[in-house]
């Protein structure tokens, strides 16, 4: 069964103690001390979700992504790399042939977490983090078997403090490895 994760139970309205957070005089959201997700059930069968569909083949795998014509693979146990693959070609197959692509070859990487962790994750702080204002995006980053949060590389190096300490509370209170999140700088986008 496939799951959607959500932060369950009302959010509460907290300060963090002894930081006035980015001199903003709205408090951010943050989770109680010990909130948990809360597992949701979403459609296997929707065609938006085969990454979900792949996951629930192989537990152990944790994301892909192409270069160069080589489609990469994370898995937390490699030795379920030939059964990675085979349900790839299943799942995946008929829709690279609606784009005209498929891979050259298919390698295994060794990830720290699975598709299903860094989902449940990603789902219990998308909208939390990006209402930390300096906050630019939020991504479940599978180049890299991690969640990327970007922070506004333009702050000055107080509030990126902040912000940096802000998005780790929420980490912390969600009970999500801090090794499992990228945070990096970068320059907001502009669209004209």
């Known amino acids: 069964m496939f799951k959607r994760f959500m932060v369950f139970?009302?959010?509460?309205?907290?300060?963090?103690?002894g930081c006035d957070l980015l001199q903003n005089p709205d408090p951010v959201p943050l989770p109680p001390p010990g909130t948990t997700c809360e597992e949701i059930s979403e459609d296997p069968n929707d065609p938006r979700l085969m990454d979900l569909r792949l996951a629930q083949r192989v537990p152990a795998y944790?994301?892909?992504f192409f270069d160069n014509n080589i489609l990469y693979v994370y898995l937390t146990d490699l030795a379920q790399e030939e059964a990675v693959k085979q349900a790839i070609r299943e799942i995946?197959?008929?829709?690279?042939?609606?784009?005209?692509t498929y891979?050259?070859?298919?390698?295994?990487?060794?990830g720290q977490y699975s598709y299903m962790q860094l989902k449940t994750w990603y789902e219990c702080v998308r909208d939390q983090i990006p209402a930390i204002?300096?906050?630019?995006?939020?991504?479940l980053d599978e180049r890299r078997n991690r969640i990327a949060i970007d922070?506004?590389?333009?702050?000055?190096a107080k509030r990126k403090r902040q912000v940096i300490e802000a998005v780790e509370t929420i980490l912390e209170r969600l009970s999500i490895?801090?090794?499992?999140?990228?945070?990096?700088?970068?320059?907001?986008?502009?669209?004209?």
Do not use: N
């Not at 204002?133 to 991504?139: H, K, L, N, S």
């Not at 490895?177 to 004209?192: D, L, M, N, T, Y």
């Open 133 to 139: 204002p300096g906050v630019i995006r939020t991504d």
């Open 151 to 156: 922070i506004d590389i333009g702050l000055q």
């Open 62 to 64: 944790g994301g892909m």
């Open 92 to 100: 995946f197959g008929p829709r690279w042939l609606e784009f005209h």
């Open 177 to 192: 490895p801090r090794e499992a999140v990228i945070i990096e700088f970068e320059q907001p986008s502009v669209f004209k």
């Open 103 to 110: 891979p050259e070859e298919i390698r295994v990487l060794q």
């Open 9 to 17: 139970g009302s959010l509460t309205m907290l300060v963090l103690s």
